[in-house]
């Protein structure tokens, strides 16, 4: 499987849901895009909020659907049922910090017990035929970088790339990534290496390849609510010529193809329930997205709260429209 251009949607939970990858991918058109975590005990189970988040469109592949879990044997099982739904690689979550996710024994709480990282590696790569990948973060803490030691082992387990997240868990968002990690990483092990962590620009993702030899260079915060940063990102890997940043009327035009695009979403996952009631859901659950799409532009700032309390596309679309309008004049 060729990742072309090496620029990589990174997995974001309440983010990267399938409205937001069909734009990523038509705007932004990066080489490779990931769904948020999934949990595998939650599709074991058959939730049908997680389940939702199997559905993968043909106009979005390649695409990588991420899970997380503890377990072998559920995630062995949820696997291949991501292989089932179309996913065209099955990546592992080992980085996610949050309590709620490693008290499980998931998630980061993994790179502390190396066996059962391992295990679960092994188990999940002979279950299913499309490749698996890992995303790691560098370690638990400061007290040792674990990374490279275990992508040995993830390699010889059958993972076919390791994405390292260039922080430790302990700091979750804190400080700066530090892209030495990823060099470190590069010595160490022998499948595509993908570097994370605070690419921002198209100066960014050439530096970290250039400074760290890493294949492919993945993008999650820059990338939210801006496909046009996205964009920038791969025309500055490929030598394309890059448009530039979008006129507001683009950005507002993209924020109620988003916000609409919810609405279908969440109407297919729950047909059965009160329309209007799922329309305020999904535009509620997009409430810190969607203020970010005019973000910086003069007079945006003032909307932020009215966005956040909409509740209908029909008013979403009274201030985003009234307000590119009132630009205009
Ligand atoms: C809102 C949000 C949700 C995230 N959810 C996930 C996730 O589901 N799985 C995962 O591996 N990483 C997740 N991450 C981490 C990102 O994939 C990425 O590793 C991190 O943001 C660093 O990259 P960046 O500096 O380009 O944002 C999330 C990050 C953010 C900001």
């Known amino acids: 499987m060729r990742v072309d251009p090496p620029l990589l949607l990174a997995p974001m939970e309440d983010v990267t849901a399938l409205p937001m990858r069909l734009i990523a991918k038509r705007i932004g058109g990066p080489g490779l895009m990931f769904t948020e975590f999934v949990s595998a005990m ?104 674990a990374a490279p030691e275990l992508a040995l082992r993830f390699q010889d387990a059958g993972a076919q790339m390791i994405t390292l997240h260039a922080r430790f868990a302990k700091q979750g968002f804190e400080g700066e990534a530090d892209w030495r990690l990823i060099c470190e990483m590069r010595k160490a092990v022998r499948v595509p290496l993908i570097g994370n962590g605070d690419v921002k620009s198209p100066e960014d993702a050439r530096r970290m390849i250039d400074e760290t030899g890493c294949d492919g260079v993945m993008v999650g915060r820059a990338a939210i609510s801006n496909p046009w940063g996205l964009r920038s990102i791969r025309c500055g890997l490929t030598g394309e010529p890059d448009p530039g940043p979008p006129a507001l009327a683009e950005r507002v035009e993209v924020a109620l193809e988003h916000a609409r695009a919810m609405v279908e979403y969440e109407r297919r996952a729950d047909p059965s329930s009160d329309a209007a009631q799922v329309e305020a859901r999904a535009i509620r659950a997009l409430r810190g997205q969607l203020p970010m799409y005019i973000k910086g532009e003069p007079g945006a700032a003032a909307l932020r709260q009215r966005i956040t309390l909409c509740d209908s596309v029909a008013e979403l679309e009274d201030i985003l429209l009234g307000f590119a309008g009132q630009a205009k004049t």
């Open 42 to 145: 939650a599709v074991h189970h058959g939730a049908k909020k997680t389940l939702k988040k199997l559905w993968v469109d043909p106009l979005e592949r390649p695409l990588g659907i991420q899970i997380f879990g503890g377990e072998p044997d559920v995630m062995v099982e949820t696997a291949r049922l991501c292989e089932e739904a179309g996913a065209d690689l099955v990546d592992i979550n080992m980085g996610c910090w949050v309590p709620k996710v490693c008290k499980t024994g998931s998630g980061a709480a993994l790179l502390k017990d190396p066996d059962r990282a391992e295990e679960i590696v092994r188990a999940v790569a002979r279950a299913v035929r499309v490749p698996v990948t890992v995303k790691v973060r560098a370690g638990w803490d400061w007290s040792l970088f």
